[in-house]
């Protein structure tokens, strides 16, 4: 991209900091603001989701067993479930969700990202169904080396 | 913000890197000693013809420079792909890719 064209597109995104592109998509920062400030994954889902008992089955989270970089742990989260959102915590940073998906349609619950980790720690994803329960997903993982420092 | 898109059988992988510091409010406060410094992508999507393909909402907690996995069916060779991320401060970047 142009070096102009890139300066007017931060200048206009500067001046309308609201109007954002995606208008389908929700923001879930926006919505549901509790969710990432809260310091427990308990309190996390409980900000995202309200009060669930999500069944543990159904949901894979990969990761390696241990991490020599918390600075980007490669993880995975796969799941057949029909669902309207993926979201992903852990418990070894000062917060503790990490990222919600939203499911769009002809979207395949196969995500690879990469995290950061402080410490030692357990990662847990959520899947809601369609079908209005909860799944679960966890993958307890050693660090080496803790990443939030930087 | 670096896109592969590549379609097998009906699926469409997608595999992005977008370059981001991704400054959490601890790396902030000790490089700046102001919390409020921190900054990082709090919202990421992909779309397809118009249609959303790909939409997350992210935390301080992915890594500097996050990679991004993703599948979907219902595109096609060809097909442009477009992604946006939005960062806390507002900044935004949008980058597009062919689907090979």
């Known amino acids: 991209m142009l070096r102009r064209n890139f300066l007017k597109v931060g200048a206009l995104a500067a001046a309308s900091a609201v109007v954002v592109p ?3 998509a929700t923001d879930f920062r926006a919505t549901k603001p509790d969710t990432w400030t809260a310091h427990t994954v308990d309190d996390a889902i409980k900000a995202l989701y309200g009060a669930i008992t999500p069944i543990e089955s ?8 241990v991490a020599s970089n918390g600075g980007a742990i490669p993880v995975n989260v796969t799941s057949d479930i029909d669902a309207k959102t993926v979201a992903v915590f ?3 940073n000062p917060e503790a969700a990490v ?3 939203e499911m769009n349609e002809g979207g395949i619950i196969n995500y690879d990202i990469k995290m950061k980790m402080g410490a030692s720690g357990t990662i847990t994803a959520i899947v809601e169904g369609k079908d209005g329960k909860f799944y679960k ?3 307890t993982l050693e660090v080496a080396l803790g990443g939030c420092e930087g | 913000m670096k896109i592969k898109a590549k379609l097998k059988g009906d699926i469409v992988k997608v595999k992005a890197l977008a370059k981001h510091d991704m400054t959490t409010y601890n790396q902030a406060e000790k490089k700046t000693g102001d ?3 921190a900054n990082f992508i709090t919202h990421i999507s992909a779309s397809v013809n118009g249609k959303t393909v790909f939409d997350a909402s992210t935390s301080q907690f992915l890594s500097k420079n996050p990679i991004f996995k993703f599948q979907f069916k ?7 792909i477009s992604m946006t991320w939005v960062d806390k401060k507002g900044n935004t970047k949008t980058d597009s890719s062919k689907i090979k």
Request: aromatic content about 4%.
């Open chain 1, 22 to 24: 995606q208008l389908s």
């Open chain 1, 99 to 101: 990222i919600v998906f």
């Open chain 2, 35 to 37: 919390r409020n410094n």
């Open chain 1, 137 to 139: 997903g966890t993958k």
């Open chain 1, 90 to 92: 852990q418990d070894a």
């Open chain 2, 74 to 80: 219902g595109g096609a060779k060809g097909d442009e």
């Open chain 1, 58 to 65: 159904g949901v894979t989270v990969g990761a390696p067993k």
